[in-house]
Structure formats: C-alpha cells, structure tokens
C-alpha cells in the first residue's frame, strides 16, 4: 500500500506509523477507528489519482478537517486518511460583494480574525475553536447565530470538489454542490467554497435570567422572541437545572446585538438599575436578575458568560456525561423534551434559538439513548439539529432518508470510495445498488496511467 501511495506522494507527505497515524483513529466521539496511513494531499491531482489508486486497489479513504466531528465521521475504518491540513488558505476576500474564497482546511477562528480588521464576519463560529469550514460544511453544522443569521447552506454560494468517480466540479461550474452539503465527506472531496459574509456586529451583550418552572422559562422565551428587541438576539441557550449540582434553577441565556446603544448613556441620563446592576456586578463579579430594567440584557461583558458557559461544558465532561445528541423539535415540544430529560436525569442545554437540544449521557447509557430516541420519533423530531449521522446516529435514519442518501452516493460516489462505513452501512447500499439492477459501471477516472 505505502509502495503504492508513494507513486502518488513525496515521502514527507505520507504517514504509516503507529506513532503518526494513531491519533487519527480518534475524533470528538467515543470512536475508535483503525487507520492504514494517512497522506496529506497538497493540490487537486494529486486527491484525483489518490481516488484512482483507491478504486484499482479496492481500499476506501477518510476525510479528515479538525477531527472534532460528534458523530465518528472523521474516525476511519480500514482506510487511508485524507488529512487536508495543506488546503489552508484564504484565497479572496471581497468586501465589496461580501463574499470570500477559501481552502477548506481554514478555521473559522482563523477565517474571522482575518475578516475583523475589515469589519466582516463568518457568524458559524462556537466554542470549538479549530473546527475547519469544510468540516462545518460537511457535517451540516449549526451554530447559536443561525437564529440570526439563517442556515450555512444560504452561506455557501460555490464549491470546488472531486466526487467519487473522481470528476472535478469547478467553483463556477453549476449549482450540483447543492448535493454535497451535509454530505459528511461520503460523496466528494471539498477543496475550495466561496462563502458569504456579513458586517461584524461592534457590540454584543448577553440576558441571563433563572427560573424556577419550566413553564415560567418558555413564557419568558416567548416574551423576548416576540419583544421589542427580538431583532437584536443573536443566540438563545438553556442550561437545565439538572446540569448544576448546587443550583436548582433553569438559566436562559440570551444574547443580544447592542450596537449603538451606550450603557454610559444609560448612566448619564441617571438610569438608577443600570448603576445598581453595574456595582453589584463589579463587587460579586455575578449576575444581577431584574426583568423590570429598561432592557433585556446585563452589563456584564460577553467573554465573561461565555466562560460561564465553557464551564458548564467542563463540568459535564468531569462528570462523565461525554455522549453528547443533538435532537431538534418545534417549540410546541420543549416543555416535554426538558421534563422526559429531567425525570431521567439527563442533564441537557439546548440552543433555543434553534430548537437543538443537546442531552448527555455516560458511557453505559445506551437504553436510556434508544428510549429518548423513541420520543423524538413520536414527536416528529430531527435526529440531528446539526452535527451529522456518522456512525453514532445510523441506526436512526428511516428507511426512506437511507434509500434518499444512496440514491445520493449511486450519483456521485458508486463504488463507495469515500467514508464508506459513515451514514448508511456498506451493506445497505449495495442492497440499495442491487435494488437499481444494475452492475458496476466503468471507472469513470482517469488515472494517468500512473498504475
Ligand atoms: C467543543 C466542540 C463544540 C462543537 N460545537 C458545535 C456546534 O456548535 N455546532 C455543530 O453543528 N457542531 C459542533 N461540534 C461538532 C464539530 O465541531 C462539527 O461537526 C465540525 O463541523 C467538525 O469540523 P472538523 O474540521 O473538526 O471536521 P472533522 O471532524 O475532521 O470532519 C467532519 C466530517 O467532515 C468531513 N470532511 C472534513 N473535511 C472535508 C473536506 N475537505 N471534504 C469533504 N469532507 C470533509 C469528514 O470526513 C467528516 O465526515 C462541536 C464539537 C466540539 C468538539
């Protein structure tokens, strides 16, 4: 195999032993996958022969951004990694029609300091501060800003990629990228996407407010969704009371665009609470609760709820609640999703914004996964708000949303070359490719008679 690959690669680009491969066979799952090598490909050609070799030699291979996929979708199974560190520059950025071209290897924390000191911003980003935007397009990903700012698939205007077959799609070329979106690195190879833009927002504060009953949380939702500064939110996040050990109350946190409005205004004009609040909150460096204030959000500084909010994260991770779902319901559904969660005490945070809920679970937890799997059934929910079907949530999938992905994976990747095991099993869709009658078509590649 390496002999093969080495047709292909220099040497430094080529990874086969154990010390250098083996943390490929992790991603942010509970995983484990079984890498043969790893090749860092550094242009199109060389992914086009790569895909060449695969089909002759009857071996498949494994996208691999970040590696922070959920879901086990970076995790390969007997296959060559595709490691797509070199493709990791931003290519344009055009402010005048807000749109940039970039490799997909760039993070969005990369992608958005550049874009700063022009005023623009890419609003995907999360806590995960290394996830590449290929990986982001890939999975489907959603970030709490989409409340504001709509799903990435609008974000994307153009894809360059490398399908199964190991035809090249060109970033102008026609709108069939549309199929790639969400696709989970199992039907082509991304290696450029021309994405939209916005003007950064220059101030942001957040609303955090308890509750003591659900009921009196989803009224409060309701009020600021529907409110005077509903157009402001630009996230929404719970944090259930059976997340925090010492507190019993629900936290709603809400996060506002307060460009243009001065808290020292505020001040001046002699808003008693925002002074109150602002000592109160400069002695106990806490937060201050008071839904009569002017407006719905605290003095207290972005960064400071965000680590709140990273602890909450660290905390679950340190009681070993590391299984991490992202169901998605209509709002009707909320109050019983969070009561199913808390009489199972399963700790939960959702995005409210988005409707994603994220429930945890341990280790040896798999009846009580199945069991909120049969509410989301019942309720006409998503399995996935966002972070893909990998191997975690395969099982999940109906049987139409399976025929629907083959139908997908028979156009662009018919010998089941790329993250072959990810999404539908192998043997799913071979039974689906015999159902069509038909046998294996020509290699449709052209391998430069490299082999
Ligand atoms: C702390 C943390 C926070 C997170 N927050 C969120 C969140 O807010 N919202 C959310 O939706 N998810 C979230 N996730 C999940 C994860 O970050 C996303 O799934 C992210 O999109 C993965 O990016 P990555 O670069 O790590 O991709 P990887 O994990 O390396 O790969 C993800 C998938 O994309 C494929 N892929 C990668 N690059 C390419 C390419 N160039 N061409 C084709 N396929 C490719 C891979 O094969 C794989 O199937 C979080 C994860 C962590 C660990």
Redesign the pocket.
Known sequence: MIDKLRKIFREDQIYSTHKDIDCFAF??SLYTGSPVAVVRPESTDQIRDLLGLARRFDFSL?????????TG??TANDSVVVD?SY?NKVKVVNTKDKWIEVE?FVSVDKLNSILKNKGFYFPFE???K???L???V??G????YCFRYGKLEDYVLGME?IDGTGKIFYVNENNSYKDILGS???L????KLRLKIVASVKKRSYGRYYFQSIKELLKKLDDIKKGEFSSRILSIYFVSKSVYVSNQRYSLFVEFDTTGISLDDEISKGNNFVLKTKSIVKKALGFVIDNTQKYPWNVLEVEKVDEELLKV?SLLVSRKYIVVHDPKFSSEKYFDFIRLCEINAIPLTADLGNGIFYPRFNTNSSNLEHEMYSFVFENDGLVSG???I?LMKKEYLTEEEKDSFSEKKYKFDYDNLL?ND?VIDITRFELFKQKKGQTKKDALLKTNNLF
């Open positions: 991603d942010a494994t996208l691999r951004g970040s590696g922070t996929s959920k979708s970076a797509m493709f997909p999360s806590d995960n290394v996830a590449t290929g990986g982001l890939s999975t990903y959603v970030s709490k990629y989970e690195g199992s082509a190879i991304i290696t994260e966002g972070h893909g990998g993250n990810k």
